[in-house]
């Protein structure tokens, strides 16, 4: 009697258990349920605007951070010191619209054009943006053409002084050009030449190409390689431009392999091993070459632009390109040839480096720090060719032992001497020794 007493009360326990189970269960799913609700939806194959990532971003953050003037909606209102430039936008936006009043274009028919194509816009930022659709149609507006205005007035040089107000200071046109290119402070393309498109369209000097033109025109002491606007180019934003600028052309771009370098010997050791470095007259970086002892570069200028302008095309390529990083393949060979000043001096002398930054020391924490936590996983068959070339080159036993005796015995003036006085005194004893064994 006593053991079905138990059994039931073990029964009832294990019934009880199973339905405060079921009920924490329920609770549970619930919860995942509306977290399901809440889940944002994936990152569109449109993104091309991204964050940069925390473990570059950390590393510098003001070269990633726009300083006057904020684009789209990442860092508006982030910062108080952006609110200034907020106040020039309005400025410029009254002066777009009376511009384009004579085509008869309102505000409302360009508001419009924003509106129709707000999802797009978004979809371009690889994050959602919480913000409402006025907000936000507001923010691109207001930004876009503030921009459009500006490269009509620098390519028209429409700087008139009824204008009060549309002038812009010689260091603060600097300032908005920095930050026009950096990848947080981006708006798309598209809508640019959508909204210049209907508001010129029956201007006389309008072309379906002439805000491109103009875009080339604003961004031109970047374009090294003189590249003029093709129906062909498709250019994401302003800092994608920019890579385009850096960029071989098109039909020249090599294949890229899964192999990665590891280790190149420096610009010193490779000098020291019989290795010249050579000027070459190629107004793209990338066309490096190794032919007959010779490193074949075109001259790098470092000077204070060059780090916010490389270190938002690398992060530019982290993000959208990790299979076509041509530019991070070129940082990397450069940081391993600059270990020392010595080389940052070696790499000026032959003139593949033209250093602005003052002095040796800040070209190579420059040269040292660029790629810092840069994640590569392949690299452009070309630079991986040379880059086993010139490590074959040092491997070779007579360089090596050149490179020996130059670093060792040739190093500088007095290891010169010494060694040249050790090499007469050997002489003079072993003459010495064939005379006393003569005599």
């Known amino acids: 009697m006593e053991e079905m007493k138990s059994v ?44 940069v990532p925390d473990y570059l971003r950390k590393l510098k953050e003001e070269h990633y951070t726009p300083q006057v003037i904020s684009i789209g909606p990442f860092h508006h209102d982030a910062n108080d010191k952006l609110h200034t430039m907020e106040q020039r936008k309005l400025r410029y936006l009254k002066y777009f619209i009376e511009r384009v009043e004579n085509f008869d274009i309102s505000l409302e028919d360009l508001v419009r054009i924003i509106k129709e194509n707000e999802e797009s816009i978004r979809c371009c930022y690889a994050e959602t943006i919480h913000l409402d659709s006025d907000h936000f149609v507001k923010i691109i507006t207001m930004d876009a053409i503030f921009i459009l205005e500006l490269f009509w007035r620098d390519y028209f040089n429409d700087w008139t002084s009824e204008d009060n107000g549309a002038g812009i200071e010689t260091w603060l046109t600097s300032a908005i050009r920095f930050d026009l290119i950096l990848l947080e402070n981006q708006i798309p393309f598209f809508i640019l030449e959508k909204l210049f498109d209907h508001a010129f369209a029956s201007h006389p000097s309008y072309s379906r190409s002439l805000i491109q033109v103009m875009t080339f025109y604003y961004f031109d002491y970047y374009n090294t390689q003189r590249k003029s606007y093709s129906p062909h180019l498709k250019m994401k934003h302003f800092l994608d431009l920019l890579r385009t600028f850096w960029l071989p052309p098109s039909e020249r771009i090599p294949k890229r392999g899964n192999d990665v370098i590891k280790h190149l010997h420096s610009a010193t050791q490779l000098h020291e091993a019989g290795l010249s470095f050579k000027k070459d007259s190629s107004s793209c970086l990338l066309d490096i070459k190794f032919t007959k002892g010779a490193l074949r570069m075109p001259p790098l200028t470092l000077d204070n632009s060059s780090e916010i302008i490389i270190r938002n095309l690398l992060a530019l390529e982290q993000c959208h390109y990790p299979d076509k990083a041509y ?56 630079f991986y060719r040379v880059c086993k070339e010139l490590v074959t080159f040092y491997e070779k036993p007579w360089n090596r032992w050149q490179a020996t005796l130059r670093r060792d015995y040739f190093s500088s003036p007095w290891s010169i001497a010494s060694t040249v006085v050790a090499f007469i005194f050997l002489v003079l004893t072993l003459l010495q020794t064939i005379y006393t064994i003569k005599g």
């Open 8 to 51: 039931k009360t073990e029964i009832r326990r294990g019934a009880s258990s199973s339905i405060e189970i079921q009920h924490q269960c329920t609770h549970v799913v619930t919860e995942i349920q509306e977290m399901l609700k809440r889940l944002e939806p994936p990152l569109s194959l449109e993104s091309c605007i991204y964050r």
């Open 327 to 382: 530019i991070t393949d070129y940082f990397i060979l450069f940081g391993f040839l600059i270990n020392t000043n010595k080389d940052v001096n070696l790499l000026v002398r032959k003139g593949v480096m033209l250093n602005l930054l003052g002095n040796s020391d800040e070209a190579r924490n420059l040269a040292n720090s660029l790629v810092e936590n840069v994640i590569y996983v392949n690299m452009n068959s070309d």
